[in-house]
């Protein structure tokens, strides 16, 4: 790569050295190579190897294989890539260098590698070094090249930085590489809220009550977590700042439950029971009513913005049966959405609006997740003979969701692609784990 194309940015990470970025341009034309908005996505088969350690002296192989396993296990996550073994692969990788002109590109497709992804590091005095490099080895072509400085202790960050750049080129959408999501478990020995980064790394317990904590959501800049909290002796709706573990309570009389915050707004909407059945209110984001949002004789529970804030789905038994419906918030009109099933709960909307996924309960058939259109039509079954799966909650890019299922026996949480495809477990944790949540795009993480 010509130096003059090289831009250093210095990345805020509170380290004592900084993490330190080199962009280069992309030496080839700009291409989508994965559409994520597809319905049936072909996985790409991309190599992986081992990093290669450059510098004096060859002290620190094992790097070299835990920065490349890192690398592909994330990657790997989105669902979008084939990780190929390594056992098949034509050259080792620290016999060969990094550069574009170097690289024998017919021993990647002789193994079916589609793209490649080389890495190279070097490490002293707890200052480590790394370079990324994506190929198309069909094209033999560099994609996108990074280097990263920061301390040994960074290198997850670096990967997960790469990894985000690596998707947004290759999708042309933000990667989900900089997210959380908050859950309930009972690994304290009561329901506490939870959060782990986006792949189950790192659980910390971020409530601690002794009590019961229910239904946690994030706030669109990804400042807050609403959630409800029995601390009390009865549901009490929360509002707390995530790094400050600041805020308010708001505790009418009855129930204050299933908090949903507006899109980009400071504000949010719940139910609460102070006027009799269960309704929904519009709440500042200290938790003082603005308005009521439903006048029904029904229960209304479970409020989901659209991602324009213009509509507003919600669960209903004014039909019935718990039933999914949506108000439009500019004419007040509100209409139906879901017909079959008998218990259909826990709606939220797709990050594009074109989707709510849902729980759905339909008699024989057990609890699973389903999708349906915005605009009505037949719902599509994701998860199918595996016990009870409920609560689900969609990535930022809308390529993925998370829910909960006892298919293992307790509950547990389980991430799969959009169209039910790639179905696993997210973590494990002692007791049971309930109610994921998953946060927006987190800046400085």
């Not at 709960?345 to 729980?359: F, H, L, M, N, Q």
């Amino acid at each position: 790569m010509q130096r003059a194309r090289h831009v250093v940015i210095h990345l805020i990470l509170g380290l004592a050295v900084p993490l330190l970025l080199i962009w280069s341009s992309i030496p080839c034309q700009a291409r989508v190579y994965i559409d994520i908005t597809a319905p049936y996505l072909r996985k790409i088969p991309t190599a992986v190897p081992f990093f290669k350690e450059v510098g004096a002296g060859n002290k620190h192989k094992e790097f070299a294989e835990t920065f490349a396993n890192l690398l592909a296990e994330t990657i790997d996550f989105t669902g979008f890539f084939k990780i190929l073994d390594r056992g098949s692969f034509l050259e080792d990788p620290q016999q060969s260098a990094l550069m574009q002109h170097t690289i024998n590109f017919k021993n990647w497709t002789d193994v079916g590698a589609e793209l490649l992804i080389k890495g190279g590091f070097e490490y002293q005095e707890d200052i480590l070094k790394v370079e990324l490099r994506l190929f198309d080895t069909f094209g033999g072509r560099l994609i996108i090249g990074k280097r990263y400085t920061g301390h040994l202790k960074d290198h997850r960050r670096m990967i997960r930085r790469f990894s985000n750049d690596l998707i947004r080129r290759l999708t042309g959408h933000e990667g989900i590489f900089n997210t959380q999501i908050a859950f309930v478990s009972t690994a304290a020995g009561h329901k506490e809220i939870f959060v782990a980064d986006f792949d189950g790394y790192n659980p910390k317990q971020f409530t601690d009550t002794g009590a019961i904590t229910l239904f946690p959501a994030w706030s669109s800049d990804g400042r807050w977590l609403a959630y409800t909290d029995y601390g009390r002796g009865k549901p009490d709706l929360y509002m707390k700042n995530i790094k400050e573990r600041r805020g308010t309570v708001t505790s009418f009389k009855g129930s204050n439950i299933t908090p949903s915050w507006v899109p980009g707004e400071f504000s949010l909407a719940a139910s609460l029971s102070h006027e009799g059945n269960p309704s929904l209110y519009l709440l500042t984001g200290k938790g003082k009513i603005v308005k009521r949002l439903t006048h029904h004789w029904g229960i209304d529970v479970s409020p989901a913005w659209s991602p324009d804030g213009k509509a507003l789905a919600f669960v209903s038994n004014r039909s019935g049966s718990p039933q999914i419906y949506i108000k439009d918030m500019e004419d007040g009109e509100v209409r139906r959405l879901t017909f079959q099933g008998n218990y259909n709960t826990a709606p939220e909307w797709s990050p594009r609006g074109d989707y709510i996924v849902y729980t759905g309960l339909v008699r024989d058939n057990g609890t699973n997740i389903y999708i349906v259109s915005t605009d009505g039509g037949e719902p599509i079954q994701l998860t199918r003979d595996a016990d009870n799966n409920e609560s689900p909650t969609w990535s930022p890019d809308g390529s993925l969701i998370a829910f909960c299922s006892t298919r293992e026996g307790v509950s547990r949480i389980y991430v799969m692609n959009a169209n039910g495809a790639n179905q696993r477990r997210l973590l494990t944790l002692q007791g049971e784990q309930t109610d994921p949540s998953w946060s927006p795009r987190l800046s400085g993480y």
